[in-house]
Every structure is written in structure tokens, then in C-alpha cells.
């Protein structure tokens, strides 16, 4: 794993994705796609079943 920065995503930021071959995709954050991350089938798994849990733990709130 390599983190190089910091990023806080306000509600407007573009988003978008590549899917590059069977097994991993790119996701592109900000306007001129300042910030990206690329993730394998496992690691996107992950993020988004924690991004569910986060969302249920906003609804919650």
C-alpha cells in the first residue's frame, strides 16, 4: 500500500473510474483527476462494504 496524501471530498467533486483489465480499477477523483486510487476486485469489495456501514452509521446518527 502507498499513501501519499491527504484528502477530504466535498460533496460537488467529480468522480469516475477506469476498469483496467479483469481484476482492478482506477477511481479518479476532482476536476482534472487531482487524486486517484487504483484498487484490485478485493480492496473495491472492502471499501465499498465500508462505505455502507458508514452511511448506515450516518443514518443512525
Not at 479483469?22 to 462505505?51: I, P
Request: glycine share 4%.
Amino acid at each position: 500500500m502507498s499513501v501519499e496524501t491527504w484528502v477530504d471530498l466535498a460533496h460537488d467533486v467529480p468522480m469516475r473510474m477506469d476498469a483496467s483489465g479483469v481484476d482492478q480499477a482506477t477511481l479518479h477523483f476532482g476536476q482534472g483527476d487531482e487524486y486517484s486510487m487504483t484498487m484490485n476486485r478485493a480492496n473495491l469489495t472492502q471499501l465499498v462494504d465500508l462505505a455502507t456501514q458508514a452511511i448506515a452509521a450516518l443514518d443512525a446518527a
